[in-house]
């Protein structure tokens, strides 16, 4: 079985200029969720689908950042303009549900660094 | 509100010794779920054991297991036999369970290191 699958792994981009990161969680799982991890740092949450409905957005700055999963199956993550703080790891992970019983599991992340 | 407290930064530990990792949590509700996670070097968070808050019995999961003392909120991971390919990243994290608007949140981690 194919686990979360992210990609870019790595990405570098200059301040001010967007950048999108794309997830497609294991099949059958009906939760997605968006954590962002700075170094030395647990994972915060960013978003959490379930199905299509973003049921928990409350940690997504909502000025620069958005997300959509329009299917019910893969995500993608936005920042337009990228800010030099915005630089971390970007984790994507998926859940049986989001009833918080069941582990989540994660995918390699996205390493984004903003020069 | 929830919280999670990993006080323990860095741990050095001998190979084939048993460690145990501290992790405390705050919560008011009384349906809630514990778990570990590992992360090595490569980054990838892999899932370890889950607790959930009404079972009886300290879970399990081969080498690892959670000695879960809810009286004390604390949930800490017992590694037996400790293994080179241990030394890595530790995350205690806790969910609601049962609520659509549940949180989880992640402690600050552990770094383990096992020494030969």
């Known amino acids: 079985e194919a686990g979360v699958v992210q990609s870019p792994r790595y990405k570098i981009i200059e301040k001010k200029q967007p950048v999108a990161f794309w997830c497609n969680p294991i099949?059958?799982?009906?939760?997605l969720y968006w954590y962002l991890q700075n170094l030395g740092q647990g994972p915060e949450l960013l978003i959490r689908y379930e199905n299509e409905e973003a049921v928990d957005d409350s940690q997504l700055p909502k000025d620069r950042f958005s997300a959509e999963r329009l299917k019910g199956v893969d995500s993608t993550l936005k920042i337009q303009p990228a800010e030099l703080g915005d630089s971390a790891v970007y984790l994507c992970?998926?859940?049986?549900?989001?009833?918080?019983?069941?582990?989540?599991?994660f995918g390699p992340g996205t390493r984004l660094t903003v020069t | 509100a929830q919280k999670i407290t990993q006080t323990q930064p860095g741990m050095f530990v001998q190979e084939k010794e048993a460690v145990t990792l501290d992790c405390t949590y705050d919560t008011s509700d009384q349906s809630y779920g514990l778990f570990w996670y590992k992360q090595p070097s490569s980054g990838e968070m892999i899932f370890l054991i889950y607790?959930?808050?009404?079972?009886?019995q300290n879970a399990t999961e081969g080498r690892y297991s959670l000695n879960f003392q809810k009286a004390r909120k604390s949930a800490n991971l017992v590694i037996s036999a400790s293994q080179l390919g241990d030394s890595a990243m530790y995350f205690c994290a806790m969910s609601l369970v049962g609520s659509s608007a549940s949180k989880i949140i992640f402690g600050s981690g552990t770094r383990l290191s096992i020494r030969p």
């Open positions: 607790q959930g808050s009404y079972d009886e």
């Open positions: 992970a998926s859940s049986l549900d989001g009833q918080g019983a069941y582990e989540q599991y």
């Open positions: 099949s059958g799982h009906n939760t």
